[in-house]
């Protein structure tokens, strides 16, 4: 739970805080052994800065953070699968580190999940009378899929991915309506502007994105977010993208259990009308 707390928030830290945490994600299993003042010697640094870096984390001390990261080292040892990229990989050592980063994404993000608060995000979004969702770039992509797979359940949702009509879009919500944000920053300025939009006129606002400090995080009234490993893997969502599709599926099976009776109704007239597109 630390590691990912730590790659969650990395852009975010101060340089020296950054320097601390880069050590204990290569060292993890050395952590555990150590003091602050010796984690703060081997980062040339003070125990101080050592502190301050765990509250930025959301670690209550480091006494905390060695606990868990005890936790870690014993149950799985050191993550083989956060090693970056390099200029001499072959293609199958690409591929072999793209799909771990993959796997390493939804187990990590699986920890990281509020089992409370996704239970209530998803009543907001049964009870929604309509769900107008907003993604830009490769996050377009995921808010249509979005979109498609709410359709199922029978609700009015609808993908908007151009930044001209977003905002326009959000300003004609009503008060019942869900605006879901779907961001791997959380910072796109027209996903954090139609949302802010879709507030104002008393629209319920969710947000699914990748930093815990990013605006769309902070500013909607329900968010989730997914592991990011932006220290190891920088290129944008790389495998971000693979945890918002899979948060978005169980969000639906999750509104699908609150009513299955209907929900295996609705399926199975999708797979009626896909059999007819078939051979």
Not at 17 to 22: G, H, L, P, R, T
Not at 209 to 219: G, M, R
């Amino acid at each position: 739970m630390v590691i990912a707390k730590i790659h969650n928030v990395f852009k975010n830290l101060t340089e020296t805080e950054q320097k601390i945490a880069s050590y204990i994600l290569e060292f993890p299993e050395k952590i555990v052994n150590m003091t602050s003042k010796e984690l703060a010697s081997a980062c040339g640094t003070v125990p101080s800065a050592v502190n301050r870096m765990c509250k930025s984390i959301g670690v209550e001390g480091f006494a905390k953070l060695k606990i868990s990261l005890a936790t870690r080292v014993g149950q799985e040892g050191h993550n083989e699968n956060n090693i970056p990229f390099d200029k001499e990989d072959n293609l199958k050592m690409i591929f072999n580190k793209v799909f771990n980063s993959g796997i390493n994404t939804l187990k990590s993000t699986y920890q990281m999940i509020d089992f409370s608060r996704i239970d209530e995000i998803s009543k907001r979004f049964a009870s929604a009378q309509r769900i107008f969702i907003f993604g830009v770039g490769t996050s377009s992509v995921v808010a249509v899929d979005a979109a498609y797979r709410f359709s199922q359940l029978d609700v009015q949702a609808y993908a908007y991915t151009d930044i001209l009509q977003m905002n326009v879009m959000a300003k004609n919500m009503k008060n019942g309506d869900v605006a879901f944000g779907i961001s791997h920053s959380g910072r796109t300025k027209a996903v954090v502007d139609a949302m802010r939009s879709a507030k104002q006129v008393g629209a319920t606002t969710i947000a699914l994105t990748s930093f815990t400090k990013s605006l769309l995080y902070t500013e909607s009234d329900y968010s989730i977010s997914v592991y990011a490993d932006e220290k190891n893997y920088p290129v944008e969502a790389v495998s971000a993208r693979i945890a918002h599709m899979c948060v978005i599926d169980a969000l639906m099976l999750s509104i699908a259990s609150l009513n299955y009776e209907d929900y295996s109704k609705h399926i199975s007239l999708r797979n009626a009308a896909l059999d007819g597109i078939r051979y």
